[in-house]
């Protein structure tokens, strides 16, 4: 089993909807999450982190469930800028190393 | 500097030579990592110093592959005897509490191997 798992998509949606991506991963004792953007042939970049209460950041929320060992990350209102893939991001504890999935990519079209 | 550094950007090599990846991460950050990617797959961990000393070097595929980081700034990625299989984008990233916040990645440096 893979230490994070993501549907790998793509997710084509037009302008304006509301896309959700999951991500499970499998060491429990993970403590720290985020979920990170990578454009096409750009380096990922830190989106938000991911909070056991929720947190929210504009058109985005991202939610954690610690007893399913599932993360996702909700998107509003999707803009044509939104494409892009999605990286869910889990630290292994006592190592002090992010494991990266493989990516969800979106697609917005007008 | 303003952002994690990465040289050369771009580096196309015969199989079997000899290369080295240079990374300059932010200044004061002390936790540096190694990380490379795969067309449609995310980055996977290579090696993370702490300082001078490589914390974690589990990622490492084989020995022809070693980092170093002599004074706790930059980073050089060495691989000796290139493979087809090794290219990819070698990324690298800083951060300025070892692994408990997000990481800042430099734009990485793409590897082909011929």
């Known amino acids: 089993r893979k230490e994070v798992e993501q549907d790998p998509g793509p997710f084509n949606v037009p302008e304006g909807a509301t896309v959700a991506f999951n991500c499970t991963y499998s060491n429990s004792a993970s403590q720290s999450f985020f979920w990170y953007r990578q454009d096409c042939r750009k380096e990922p970049k830190l989106l938000m982190s991911v909070y056991s209460s929720g947190n929210e950041d504009g058109r985005f929320t991202a939610q954690l469930n610690r007893a399913s060992q599932y993360i996702s990350l909700l998107i509003r209102d999707s803009k044509l800028s939104d494409s892009a893939t999605y990286l869910c991001v889990v630290n292994i504890p006592l190592h002090n190393k992010l494991i990266f999935g493989a990516g969800t990519r979106l697609a917005v079209h007008p | 500097g303003a952002g994690v550094s990465q040289t050369p950007s771009n580096k196309v090599t015969e199989k079997g030579k000899y290369v080295e990846l240079r990374c300059d991460p932010i200044?004061?950050?002390?936790?540096l990592y190694w990380y490379r990617q795969s067309l449609g797959q995310g980055p996977e961990f290579l090696i993370y110093f702490q300082g001078t000393g490589a914390a974690d070097d589990s990622g490492l595929p084989n020995d022809r592959f070693f980092a170093v980081r002599p004074e706790g700034s930059v980073s050089t990625l060495k691989i000796q005897r290139t493979e087809r299989g090794d290219s990819a984008v070698y990324l690298c990233?800083?951060?300025?509490?070892?692994?408990?916040?997000?990481?800042?990645f430099g734009s990485g440096t793409r590897l082909t191997v011929v």
């Open positions: 990233a800083s951060s300025n509490n070892a692994g408990g916040g997000g990481y800042t």
């Open positions: 200044s004061g950050h002390t936790a």
